[in-house]
T-cell receptor, first 113, second 114 residues
C-alpha cells in the first residue's frame, strides 16, 4: 500500500541536542509538508517542499530546518531543541500545491528532557 | 488568532444517532474546506471536502454543509457507528494563497457509544 512513513514514532532528545526526524513516501507526490502539533492544539504548518523548492512559513523558528534529498524522503532537523519544541511532528504529502487533499504519516512524538 | 475554530473539544453520541460537528472560520478568503479524521497513534486521514461554490457535499454517511454568510460549516454523520469514534479536524485553504497551506482547527473528539 502506498503510504507516508515516519521514523521514529517516538523520539527523546536532550535540551539543546540536535535531532532529526525522517519521513518517506511511496505515493510519488511532488509536495511534502511538515506540521507541528502541540497537545490539544491544531496542527501548524512549519514548511513544505514542492519538488526541490523549499517554502518556509513566516513564523517558523530558525531552529527548524528541513532537507529533501530526493522525491521520497524529507527530513526535519531541530538544531537546538527547547522544552517548548516537545510536540507531535506530522509529515504529509500532496500531488501538487493546488491539490488540497494531503496524506499524513502517523507522526513522531518528540520529547525534550 | 485562530482562523479556524472548533469550539467543542468533545462530543458524545449514541450509536445510530446523528453526530454533528461544527466549525467556524474568520477568513472570508477561504474557499475550500476539508474534514480529517484521526485515530490514536495514526495520522489524520482525509474524510470529505467542500468547495465554497457549493453548500453541501455528501459521501455515504458523511455530509458537509457550508454556510458562507455565517462562515460556518458542519459535518453530519448519519448513522453514527462506534468505529467513527475519533478526533475530527476541520481545515480550510485559500486557492492560490500560501501554497499548500491548510489551516486546521483544534479538533473535536467524537465518542460514539454502543
Amino acid at each position: 500500500d502506498a503510504m507516508v512513513i515516519q521514523n521514529p514514532r517516538y523520539q527523546v532528545t536532550q535540551f539543546g541536542k540536535p535531532v532529526t526526524l525522517s519521513c518517506s513516501q511511496t505515493l510519488n507526490h511532488n509536495v511534502m509538508y511538515w506540521y507541528q502539533q502541540k497537545s490539544s492544539q491544531a496542527p501548524k504548518l512549519l514548511f513544505h517542499y514542492y519538488d526541490k523548492d523549499f517554502n518556509n512559513e513566516a513564523d517558523t523558528p530558525d531552529n527548524f530546518q528541513s532537507r529533501r534529498p530526493n522525491t521520497s524522503f524529507c527530513f526535519l532537523d531541530i538544531r537546538s531543541p527547547g522544552l517548548g519544541d516537545a510536540a507531535m511532528y506530522l509529515c504529509a504529502t500532496s500531488v501538487t500545491v493546488t491539490t488540497y487533499e494531503q496524506y499524513f504519516g502517523p507522526g513522531t512524538r518528540l520529547t525534550v528532557t | 488568532d485562530q482562523q479556524v475554530k472548533q469550539n467543542s473539544p468533545s462530543l458524545s453520541v449514541q450509536e445510530g444517532r446523528i453526530s454533528i460537528l461544527n466549525c467556524d472560520y474568520t477568513n472570508s478568503m477561504f474557499d475550500y474546506f476539508l474534514w480529517y479524521k484521526k485515530y490514536p497513534a495514526e495520522g489524520p486521514t482525509f474524510l470529505i471536502s467542500i468547495s465554497s461554490i457549493k453548500d453541501k457535499n455528501e459521501d455515504g454517511r458523511f455530509t458537509v454543509f457550508l454556510n458562507k454568510s455565517a462562515k460556518h460549516l458542519s459535518l453530519h454523520i448519519v448513522p453514527s457507528q462506534p468505529g467513527d469514534s475519533a478526533v475530527y479536524f476541520c481545515a480550510a485553504s485559500v486557492y492560490g494563497g500560501s501554497q499548500g497551506n491548510l489551516i486546521f482547527g483544534k479538533g473535536t473528539k467524537l465518542s460514539v457509544k454502543p
